[in-house]
């Protein structure tokens, strides 16, 4: 909850989510009504919106039940639907319609993987949702057995990442949902930024009927829209996974594959690229080593650039991008003479930020000029991480102060809904110190080439 005058957190409530990735959407309504108890409950809440995982689906009957479980968009279960798909219609078609490189992340795979894996359950299927435009619904007042699906709303910055919206007329693409599906289910009413979704229902545990609900976003435009992106700003965001983005006021259309155009909050465009391995690399090395992630940091720090060649690929869990979701991490160039726990520490490190700097290398390779580069996400606090990723851009680096920026984005969002207007709230960043670049990306490239794959 956050203070409509300064943005000041005023308390807050949390709930943990399951490790698996395919799951029943419940989790994330019970997980909702856990955080609520825990923060001591809405009664004294204006407004409220909802930000959430892009791309992942929520299945519908007519009468408003959850048909079956959803696959998260980290589930690497799609790729070969992904890879049916872009062989169907061609990767260049997908991307020239929708602004995306097809990825096993889009919802529109998630769409033929139910297809393929559970016919009866595609059947049953009546209308298709995005994590915050089912939670947002829920918080209305529908829910199982209540019907209502044609209520369902969302907004662009969830839309885009389906792969089957059109960002240049903000209209579902219709065709290519059912290319995928099967058949036609109805889909969520896409709001303008400013719009409200409803209000909400009545007997919800801890939340009072009637108050203001807005349209709603994915996580990644709720953090821009915190972080006030201006022109020539990027952020890298480093969490569970790695992402890294820019603005852009109009769409863009990457052939080569790898930046898709997302859209923001506020009613322009956010290019985007996405790694699956970020933060969880930190804490595998640092269990491997015995020791925790800010042991592991300080070892990092007592190696030299480049940790004496040493290299790690960081593909622990496969990869989005680039497309590599059956490879598995990988040491290379260990010697009896490299291979300490301080060299080993730094290549982790080096390994991960040198992943995420290549996706800032493909948003510049679309002409999206990089100023500066904002490091938001749980590993930014990092004394390794803050050393190490200047020295590998050749950009000013700004951490801005610690923040939850996505539960941020979403109560501007709130109080938007509440008044028509978005608050000014202010952002304090420190800029890093600049670094020489080192040679860890030259040796990030060379081990990817040496297993056959192309930098990303």
């Known amino acids: 909850m956050r203070d409509a005058a300064t943005g000041r957190q005023v308390r807050e409530g949390k709930a943990l989510h399951p490790p698996e990735t395919v799951v029943h959407p419940d989790v994330w309504w019970d997980a909702l009504l856990a955080a609520v108890e825990r923060a001591g409950g809405l009664e004294d809440v204006s407004a409220i919106s909802v ?57 529109v795979t998630k769409l033929r993987w139910l297809r393929e894996t559970d016919l009866a359950a595609t059947r049953r299927t009546d209308a298709v949702a995005i994590v915050h435009d ?8 529908y829910g199982p057995g209540t019907g209502g699906i044609e209520e369902l709303t969302t907004d662009r910055s969830d839309a885009c990442g389906t792969g089957y919206w059109d960002p ?11 290319h995928a599906f099967g058949r036609r289910a109805a889909l969520p009413r896409i709001l303008g930024p400013r719009d409200r979704a409803g209000v909400t229902g009545g007997g919800i545990p801890g939340i009072p009927a009637g108050v203001p609900v807005g349209a709603g ?28 983005y820019t603005s852009s006021p109009t769409p863009v259309h990457d052939l080569a594959g790898y930046v898709c155009n997302y859209a923001d909050a506020e009613g322009g465009h956010q290019p985007l ?14 269990q491997l080593l015995g020791c925790s992630f800010a042991g592991l940091s300080d070892l990092a720090l007592l190696a030299p650039p480049g940790a004496e060649g040493l290299t790690l690929l960081p593909f622990f869990e496969g990869e989005r991008t680039p497309d590599l979701p059956h490879a598995r991490a990988s040491l290379h ?3 009896l003479a490299n291979f300490t726990r301080e060299n080993f520490a730094r290549a982790v490190f080096e390994g991960t930020l040198t992943s995420q700097v290549a996706m800032l290398d493909a948003l510049e390779s679309c002409d999206l000029a ?13 004394p390794a991480v803050q050393t190490i990723l200047p020295q590998l851009v050749g950009v000013p680096v700004l951490v801005p102060e610690s923040d939850e920026y996505v539960s941020k984005g979403a109560a501007m969002q709130a109080l938007c809904a509440l008044d028509g207007e978005f608050p000014s709230w202010r952002v304090d960043a420190r800029e890093l110190p600049r670094a020489e670049r080192s040679g860890a990306a030259a040796q990030h490239a060379s081990a990817m080439e040496s297993l056959g794959y192309a930098e990303g």
């Open 51 to 107: 930000s959430g995982q892009q791309h992942t689906p929520v299945f519908l009957a007519a009468d408003g039940a959850v048909v079956c479980d959803s696959p998260l968009w980290n589930d690497t279960g799609s790729h070969a639907q992904m890879m049916e798909l872009n062989a169907e219609l061609g990767r260049t078609e997908w991307i020239r319609r929708t602004g995306l490189p097809i990825t096993l992340s889009d919802t």
């Open 273 to 286: 690229v996405a790694t699956l391995n970020a933060a969880r690399n930190f804490h595998a090395g640092a």
């Open 168 to 178: 240049e007329k903000n209209i579902y693409l219709l065709d290519l949902f059912e």
């Open 217 to 244: 976003n994915g996580d990644n435009a709720a953090a821009a829209l915190a972080l006030g992106l201006r022109p020539g700003d990027a952020v890298m965001s480093l969490g569970t996974s790695g992402v890294v």
């Open 370 to 382: 990089i100023d500066r580069l904002l490091l938001i996400g749980g590993a930014a606090k990092s």
């Open 333 to 335: 160039q260990a010697s």
């Open 134 to 141: 089912w939670l947002t619904w829920r918080l209305r007042g």
